[in-house]
């Protein structure tokens, strides 16, 4: 016992010695809490329109003029001709075109019935789609209004019509922060534990110190422990800032109980510091660990869910989203935090995070040898 | 028994082309409290062996002891009781000196205190800089701390993996100086070195290139075992003088040493002989001697061989 607090002593004096290491522990994670949910939002706005009005008519302005005032779009240019429209487009300077034909007003009120055409720009695959659904939206409201005007509503409307009203359960105001937040400081919370962690004992590989150790009577077991209680701290800690962060910043606050969060956090730092630890018995330089660990971060954010819903994965990478860590994490703080869900709704992220964290320490101890 | 016992020991190193024998059926035996000096150059096996001997490598064939405990079985036994220093300095760069010797204490369940007696007289010359990190002292400083690192358990046997090599020269004899007094100490130091003069101030070496152990014995027994006839010569040309000794065939070999060139010569030639030649190319102001040849002489001949 006494062995292995002086090792943490000597771990932890190391570690807030090193000014590098503590910017990056506390400082890095105030900056991407800060930063990264105000940019990582799914809503489209600012969508830039060109409208190519044939038609100069009453309905044509009230339909632009419903357009522009959801908000989503910015009307660009109001031309006449097709090409101009389409010029725009390719200069980049207008991401949908929408043409009203000629005969607008003429056909809505005579057919009740009018086309208008859309174009849409798809190079920005998320815009296009958004864009496109919410001008859709706007269209057959706008329609739904004419149509409520022209014809005479007998008591019971000869056409069904079904209006669809939808409610967003636990995020009421489908606020993307509270979505996003959690997902980030599960990604914090990896990188401390994972990385920090192998670059450490690698470290000691580069300067030779773990030689020096090698020859002591020091136990495989003291060493590793010693690596993997001061990064379990400090993972925790992070979590710590992170969601006083959340709070400060976003108003975030679990609807879940906190203790939920910290126990599943525990469990989940024991797997990714297992993953550190034998990212660490694989490489011999700090470059090899780094490059890994950079090549490890891309795929545990994209395909975690962070970003996108794992249900719109194809099948083989749903596969592969299981044999990752993050994503439970993810689910959990996301679901504890939004959902409110108890120790009982996560049970089963957690059995797996414990199978995660056996696998990762069993390899990782197997692979660590003391002597060549 | 002897403090280190090392029989037909053998490490191999493979690459994708072939097999290196780093460690070639090596043997030999340290007394307790001898001062052993393995002696060879870059290369030679040295560290690979020191490697072995401390547990950090296993070997390939052959078998060793420290102090009674062999190193592959009693791994846990020698980790007690060998002290270690790499050719590399290996200690916490951001700890300080007073940090670093407390925590190799602590892991060897000792404490600085207990075993100051033993480490006080190079410890008082770092003791001014207690308070600095390691990776900010000087070459030598280091040198010293770590060899304080190695002690503080007090080990019974002490590795020195090439602790002199780029330490300057005062510094080199100062070390030695402190091997002398651990000596007295009753530990049994081996230490390797690439320097052919450090070889005088051990008890005993061993020469080694390529993996095998060339000879071993006192340095003067080594010395006396040299049966050739040496001479130094001097001349004004001193590059052609040595080509035209290469081509001789009186010279059984010759080489630059120093301000001289050494020359063996064969058994039936003798120094008149010598002279007639060099003075038969033309050489000025040749000047020969007759010298007392060193460890170089000997490693120089048993290369040869």
Known sequence: MRTLQF???????QIFRDPAILRIIFVMPMMQLLILPWAADYEVKNIKLVVVDHDHSDYSRQFVSKVTASGYFLLNTYTSSYSEASQQIADDKADIAVEIPARFEKDL???SEAPVFLAVNAVNGVKAVLGAAYLQSIIQDFNNGIRAKWIQMPRL????NIEVVSSNWYNPLMNYKWFMVPGILVVLVTMV???????NIVKEKEIGTIEQINVTPIKKYHFILGKLIPFWVLGLIILTIGLLISYVAYGIVPAGSFFTIYVFAAAYLLAVLGLGLLVSTFCSTQQQAMLISFFLMMIFILLGGLYTPIESMPTWAQWITRFNPVTYFIHVMRFVILKGSSLADILPQLCIILIFAFVLNSWAVINYRKRA | MSAVSVNKLTKLYHTKKERVKAVEEVSFEVSKGELFGIIGPDGAGKTSLFRMLTTLLLPDGGSATVDGSDIVKDVKAIRKKVGYMPGRFSLYQDLTVQENLDFFATIFNTTVIENYDLIKDIYVQIEPFKTRRAGKLSGGMKQKLALCCALIHRP??????EPTTGVDAVSR???WDMLKRLKDQAITILVSTPYMDEAALCDRVALMQTGRILSTGTPTSIISSFASNLFTVKAEKMY???CDLEAWDGARD??????FHHVILNAQYDVGQLRTYLDSKAHSNVEIHTTQPNIEDCFMQLMQN
């Open chain 1, 7 to 13: 090792l943490l002593q000597k771990e932890f004096r």
């Open chain 1, 109 to 111: 009120v005579k057919e």
């Open chain 1, 157 to 160: 409307s000869p056409e069904p």
């Open chain 1, 193 to 199: 534990g994972s990385f920090l962690a192998s670059l």
């Open chain 2, 156 to 161: 019974v046997v002490l590795f020195l993996d």
């Open chain 2, 173 to 175: 004899k100062e070390f």
């Open chain 2, 240 to 242: 052609p003088l040595l």
């Open chain 2, 254 to 259: 010759s080489y630059s040493f120093g301000e």
